[in-house]
């Protein structure tokens, strides 16, 4: 059975007690990793995931809070001997930002540094992005500031469905993305432009009809996450999590 593990489950900006949302999903062999506004690779070790089984990076969108941590995974994964090449996937504009911002070192001296292999995902319904060792993976784009994707992974042995609605709106691509998945991953930062509430993620599982509810990019400092739980319970029936940092749940 497929594991998502929370890597962070803040907002950009919150009390301290969060790392900004980045997740992992772990398979049988592979782990994907979806957003890296932090240090992902410290917290897979917290975790006792080898960095060794990252198979590939998904980019959500352009924010710093989910692309700033990228020099550092791709040095530290070249430090821990990975010599393979990197597939990042992602929004064209997401991957032009990370690009441009890698190319300000100089890593010429880096030797046997991963080829770092681009792919720009299509912001249409059900955009594939790859099938690895452990998942499918397809995308849909969202309703955010920037060119935002949502990622489903169908677990390629036992079946399982996991959708992250990344940062946004509930939007027509995250709602169709999201149909009969065993879990739902969604934004609820709060009533922001091109945001989520909490509600708002309940409705977008409860049309979807999916099985599990977990809350991400969270803002405890603004608000009260008990609170926030209990509200997206009335709308949906099933049962709805609070997320932090290093949860794991099966799909």
Known sequence: MAELLLLGTGAALNDGSREPTMLALRGASSTVLIDCGSNPVRQLQRLGVPPASIERLILTHSHPDHTS?????????????????????????????????????????????????????????GAPIATGADFELTAAPGKHSVPVIGVRARDVHGGGTLVYGADGE??????????????????????????STAEGAAEVASAAGVKRLVLVHLSPAVNDLEAQR??????????????RDLDRYTF
């Open 170 to 195: 509930p939007s027509p691509g995250i709602r169709a993305l999201a149909q009969g998945a065993d879990l739902l991953v969604h934004e609820a930062t709060g009533a922001y432009p091109t945001h």
């Open 69 to 125: 941590g990228f020099p550092l995974l791709v040095e530290m994964l070249w430090l821990a001997g990975r010599r393979e090449p990197l597939p990042v996937h992602g929004p064209a504009e997401a991957i032009d930002v990370v690009r441009r911002a890698f190319a300000q070192w100089d890593t010429s001296a880096w030797n046997g540094l991963p080829d770092l292999q681009w792919h720009a995902v299509p912001l249409v319904i």
């Open 230 to 243: 209990l509200a997206a319970n009335k709308i949906f029936g099933g049962d709805v999590f609070v997320g």
